[in-house]
């Protein structure tokens, strides 16, 4: 099973990007998925999360900016990210547990995308 993400780049603030995060392999299901975001000297935070069902959830300095949703049918999620400031550059990763059809569960990890805000 592996996590690919992609969509980051350059933008100016105020400006708009979409991260896209595709999960591929010997996938039976894919339970609770996330969005991360490490900035420099920074730790790793969570940035969003969505269930299954679609229930999803924020850290409050992007609520109302950022937008995660899935497809289920694709096995890919997505973060929509508008009104960029600086303070959102950082590499982003997306996260996802999932069971595979051999039964086991396991906790997996993208490669990182980097989103640098600046004029």
């Known amino acids: 099973v592996q996590l690919q993400a992609s969509g980051g780049g350059l933008v100016q603030p105020g400006g708009s990007l979409r991260l896209s995060c595709a999960a591929s392999?010997?996938?039976?299901?894919?339970?609770?998925m996330g969005w991360y975001r490490q900035a420099p000297g920074k730790q790793r935070d969570l940035v969003a999360t969505?269930?299954?069902?679609?229930?999803?959830n924020y850290v409050d300095s992007v609520k109302g900016r950022f937008t995660i949703s899935r497809d289920n049918a694709k096995n890919t999620m997505y973060l929509q990210m508008i009104s960029l400031k600086p303070e959102d550059t950082a590499v982003y990763y997306c996260n996802a547990d999932i069971t595979s059809y051999g039964g086991t569960w396991s906790d997996y990890w993208g490669q990182g995308t980097l989103v640098t805000v600046s004029s």
């Open positions: 969505i269930s299954t069902g679609g229930r999803t």
């Open positions: 392999g010997s996938i039976f299901s894919i339970n609770r």
